[in-house]
Nanobody, 123 residues
Framework: VQLVESGGGMVQSGGSLRLSCAAS????????MIWVRQAPGKGPEWVSR????????GYADSVAGRFKISRDNAKNTLYLQMNSLRPEDTALYYC?????????????????WGRGTQVTVSS
């Protein structure tokens, strides 16, 4: 399993970023995918999930209406469009795969995560 995130960076409050996650080593279309973030000194936070076919998606209350998850199964790639960014969105963002049977807000073990991409939002 290999998941490689990209697209992070530094942005001012109110700005936008688009994260990507390139997947390999498994059949991408067989798994739901999630984004997880972890701020310094805090535990991991479930951010968003998309079903294997892309027909269903969900968001944490903290990002609903500002973030949009999507996927391209032909390209084995997951995306997270982040708009109206706030300083509290500053974190390391990870993508992860999730078995279809798992509860919606399930966080898989770290061996199913990528290495992360840093997002820093300044006020």
């Amino acid at each position: 399993v290999q998941l490689v995130e990209s697209g992070g960076g530094m942005v001012q409050s109110g700005g936008s970023l688009r994260l990507s996650c390139a997947a390999s080593g498994f059949f991408f279309a067989n798994y739901d995918m999630i984004w997880v973030r972890q701020a310094p000194g805090k535990g991991p936070e479930w951010v968003s999930r998309i079903t294997n076919g892309g027909e269903g998606e969900g968001y944490a209350d903290s990002v609903a209406g500002r973030f949009k998850i999507s996927r391209d199964n032909a390209k084995n790639t997951l995306y997270l469009q982040m708009n109206s960014l706030r300083p509290e969105d500053t974190a390391l963002y990870y993508c992860a795969r999730v078995d279809l049977i798992r509860a919606w807000h399930f966080l898989p073990s770290r061996d199913n995560w990528g290495r992360g991409t840093q997002v820093t939002v300044s006020s």
